[in-house]
């Protein structure tokens, strides 16, 4: 995987991909930031609009660290600093125009990812499924949105022959839109679910979102989808006849031969070749089947996805499992929804059969008007999935009253806080404890928790649960 400095561009060709006049400065740009605190020197500073904060606001902060120009709200140039200055009436769209052009300039091949959950992790996948083969870039932590995705974009280095890209929508138009600007051969949907219906409605608005990047790949390029729900194989075969279905149904294209999956692991083997991850759980075995499957698609010998995949850890808290003292904890503090968190507390009952199981469960967001149903709904599965103590916070502090079994002790706190001391009181110290819950629930103190009152967290790097 490649990590060199980013290939650069010019102002030339900024003022041509923005249609301003020709003109003005000669230099040479190498990569963007939109926070002045991120800019390393040399970049292009987008001076973005905030709600709060207004980009422009810190043009001098962001000269001082090394910008040498700036995209910028016109009237916002600040003339008494060294910045050659690109005025536009939208910055952020200005920045998904700049990284079109960069697009359209290179030859490497570009996987874009989407899905309502399991992109991230499928992302990582992907990029160590081809990584032994091809020289691999691919997006950082999940800048995959209107701003993150062009910032990707203008990061790419000299010598990337694949882009691996993630693509996220919170909004509908929003993958359509990034799809224009990222312009990618093959596409990739994991999985659609019920997310970020507060803004779609429904689920059926959702699997039309995903289905965007699929009509904006490449003719020549591939499709991949995952098998669930089943509405999602259907509906890409109807856009694209050739789509590749990854999992592990009889009607899959990819799938394991043999498969293994463990709490910790997960093993298989296709034509004849050994696959072997360090994470558990089915959802983690489905996510490689679609590494697999792109990255034999475009020629990646099996040996060599395999020998990428072997590495596969889990970053940041997204659902990989961590040992504190004598626990063994299962954190995904990034994403929460419906569907992934069934595939969590599959994991915790099927994988850790005779294991005392504990949850802290935080508010799974952006569900609209689905949010009390759900809620409510996940709080039951919970119990019913054997868990013996559950922390039912946010959203699902309601829900969690109505779902109380004789069985199970239930802490039920809008605040997490309030739920610390009597969770940590009711655990033995040898449980099994899922801790899951939307980014916005701030889960990620659990952890600390848990370390403060148990031991220090061995392979502390969690990644996707989804």
């Given at each position: 995987?490649?990590?060199?400095?980013?290939?650069?561009?010019?102002?030339?060709?900024?003022?041509?991909?923005?249609?301003?006049?020709?003109?003005?400065?000669?230099?040479?740009?190498?990569?963007?930031?939109?926070?002045?605190?991120?800019?390393?020197?040399?970049?292009?500073?987008?001076?973005?609009?905030?709600?709060?904060?207004?980009?422009?606001?810190?043009?001098?902060?962001?000269?001082?660290?090394?910008?040498?120009?700036?995209?910028?709200?016109?009237?916002?140039?600040?003339?008494?600093?060294?910045?050659?200055?690109?005025?536009?009436?939208?910055?952020?769209?200005?920045?998904?125009?700049?990284?079109?052009?960069?697009?359209?300039?290179?030859?490497?091949?570009?996987?874009?990812?989407?899905?309502?959950?399991?992109?991230?992790?499928?992302?990582?996948?992907?990029?160590?499924?081809?990584?032994?083969?091809?020289?691999?870039?691919?997006?950082?932590?999940?800048?995959?949105?209107?701003?993150?995705?062009?910032?990707?974009?203008?990061?790419?280095?000299?010598?990337?022959?694949?882009?691996?890209?993630?693509?996220?929508?919170?909004?509908?138009?929003?993958?359509?839109?990034?799809?224009?600007?990222?312009?990618?051969?093959?596409?990739?949907?994991?999985?659609?679910?019920?997310?970020?219906?507060?803004?779609?409605?429904?689920?059926?608005?959702?699997?039309?979102?995903?289905?965007?990047?699929?009509?904006?790949?490449?003719?020549?390029g591939y499709v991949v989808v995952g098998e669930l729900p089943d509405a999602l194989?259907?509906?890409?075969?109807?856009?694209?006849?050739?789509?590749?279905?990854?999992?592990?149904?009889?009607?899959?294209?990819?799938?394991?031969?043999?498969?293994?999956?463990?709490?910790?692991?997960?093993?298989?083997?296709?034509?004849?070749?050994?696959?072997?991850?360090?994470?558990?759980?089915?959802?983690?075995?489905?996510?490689?089947?679609?590494?697999?499957?792109?990255?034999?698609?475009?020629?990646?010998?099996?040996?060599?996805?395999?020998?990428?995949?072997?590495?596969?850890?889990?970053?940041?808290?997204?659902?990989?499992?961590?040992?504190?003292?004598?626990?063994?904890?299962?954190?995904?503090?990034?994403?929460?929804?419906?569907?992934?968190?069934?595939?969590?507390?599959?994991?915790?009952?099927?994988?850790?059969?005779?294991?005392?199981?504990?949850?802290?469960?935080?508010?799974?967001?952006?569900?609209?008007?689905?949010?009390?149903?759900?809620?409510?709904?996940?709080?039951?599965?919970?119990?019913?999935?054997?868990?013996?103590?559950?922390?039912?916070?946010?959203?699902?502090?309601?829900?969690?009253?109505?779902?109380?079994?004789?069985?199970?002790?239930?802490?039920?706190?809008?605040?997490?806080?309030?739920?610390?001391?009597?969770?940590?009181?009711?655990?033995?110290?040898?449980?099994?404890?899922?801790?899951?819950?939307?980014?916005?629930?701030?889960?990620?103190?659990?952890?600390?928790?848990?370390?403060?009152?148990?031991?220090?967290?061995?392979?502390?790097?969690?990644?996707?649960?989804?």
């Amino acid at each position: 995987m490649t990590t060199a400095t980013a290939r650069g561009f010019t102002s030339e060709e900024i003022r041509a991909w923005l249609g301003l006049p020709a003109g003005g400065g000669t230099r040479e740009y190498r990569g963007a930031a939109s926070d002045s605190r991120h800019v390393r020197g040399g970049e292009l500073f987008v001076a973005i609009p905030g709600e709060r904060v207004h980009g422009a606001d810190f043009l001098e902060q962001a000269a001082d660290a090394g910008a040498r120009g700036a995209i910028v709200e016109t009237g916002r140039e600040r003339h008494d600093l060294p910045l050659e200055y690109f005025p536009v009436e939208d910055p952020v769209a200005a920045l998904g125009t700049v990284a079109k052009g960069a697009r359209k300039r290179t030859s490497a091949r570009v996987i874009a990812i989407t899905g309502s959950s399991g992109k991230t992790t499928v992302k990582e996948m992907v990029a160590l499924a081809v990584g032994d083969a091809r020289n691999v870039y691919r997006t950082a932590g999940n800048l995959n949105s209107q701003v993150g995705l062009p910032l990707t974009i203008l990061g790419a280095p000299d010598g990337a022959e694949v882009w691996v890209l993630e693509i996220g929508a919170s909004e509908p138009g929003e993958i359509a839109r990034l799809a224009a600007i990222a312009s990618p051969d093959d596409a990739i949907v994991t999985t659609v679910g019920p997310a970020h219906l507060e803004a779609f409605g429904t689920e059926a608005r959702v699997l039309e979102e995903k289905l965007d990047l699929a009509r904006g790949a490449a003719p020549t390029g591939y499709v991949v989808v995952g098998e669930l729900p089943d509405a999602l194989p259907r509906a890409a075969r109807a856009i694209r006849a050739d789509t590749i279905v990854a999992g592990l149904g009889p009607e899959c294209d990819v799938r394991p031969e043999r498969a293994t999956v463990g709490g910790e692991r997960i093993s298989f083997e296709r034509a004849g070749v050994s696959f072997e991850l360090g994470v558990g759980g089915v959802h983690h075995l489905r996510d490689a089947l679609i590494a697999v499957a792109i990255a034999e698609a475009i020629g990646v010998p099996s040996t060599a996805i395999a020998g990428g995949l072997a590495r596969y850890a889990p970053v940041g808290h997204r659902g990989a499992v961590v040992s504190i003292g004598r626990l063994t904890v299962l954190a995904d503090c990034y994403n929460a929804n419906p569907e992934s968190f069934r595939a969590a507390l599959a994991q915790c009952r099927d994988r850790y059969a005779g294991r005392r199981l504990a949850a802290f469960a935080g508010s799974m967001l952006e569900l609209g008007d689905h949010e009390a149903e759900a809620h409510r709904a996940v709080a039951r599965e919970i119990v019913d999935a054997g868990f013996a103590v559950v922390a039912a916070t946010g959203a699902f502090a309601e829900g969690a009253v109505a779902a109380t079994d004789e069985e199970v002790e239930v802490i039920a706190a809008v605040d997490p806080e309030d739920a610390r001391s009597p969770f940590l009181s009711s655990l033995r110290g040898d449980e099994v404890v899922l801790v899951k819950g939307s980014r916005g629930a701030r889960l990620e103190r659990v952890l600390d928790w848990l370390e403060e009152a148990f031991g220090t967290a061995d392979g502390h790097d969690p990644e996707d649960a989804a």
